[in-house]
């Protein structure tokens, strides 16, 4: 295998691993306050249309991400309204919102199908991107990707050193005990929520804006659900989430790569890679139960209810 196509491959692996990354890195956030939202997949394609639809007819990519990222927030709210204020069941409620999403995302882009637009383009990073293999790897994408890396090293930042993110750490292993030497339970899971809620719609907008600029009925393809398997892979860590992305986002495109090759497989089955990727992942650390509750928010998925 020569070096080109190492790179190249590599240059593909980030791509494609970004959507993933910008959603299960809001996922992190709010699980790790205790709320479980499965409606990712839902947030995804509505943010992918409307940041479409608004990019389409301004002209304005910039104004097609605002409005992805609002999209993605108002879904966000409408799940906290249910699973945070009313205390629904937080499984059922973010099912509901993936179906939700998945029909109104279908209805509202009818008329766009199959049109395009320009989408974000590479930006090179003079010096750095001509660093061998990893250049044009990491300093060579568009600015979504960089704004993606920006975000996960804020995240980790956030949870290792400061004092609002030991208390997001705090909320979602005991809401009760933090309201006993008075934290912001509620609020706290709310502005975690909203925050999961943009990155989704920003993940859906790297998908129409940037990846495959046009808008096409369903084109998340399962990643919100991968994106949520990706959280527990990562064992609830910022920096596995980032290579857990960039692993799914490689076997994502390795059909394409052995296809290249030659490989006599047939390409239906090469590319269910990453999904069974998902399901080996999920299976293996299911094997270690104990491990797993070990690492995960204690009170992930509980409605909380305030004393008195």
Known sequence: MDMDLITNILFAMVRTGTPLLLVALGELVCEKSGVLNLGQEGMMLMGAVIGFIAALTTGSLIFGVIMSLLVGMAMAMLFGLLAIQLRANQVATGLALTIFGAGLSAYVGTDYIGQALAGFQPMLIPLLSDIPILGKALFSQDILVYCSLGIALAIWL??????????????GESPDSATAVGLPVIRTRWL?????GAMAGLGGAYLSLAYTPLWAEGMTAGRGWIALALVVFASWKVERVLLGAWLFGLASIMHLVLQGMGASISSNLLATLPYLATIVVLVLLSSNQSRSRLLAPMSLGKPYHPAG
């Open 192 to 196: 975690a929520l909203l925050f999961g």
């Open 158 to 171: 956030f949870f290792r050193f400061s004092r609002p993110g030991l208390m997001v750490k705090a909320i």
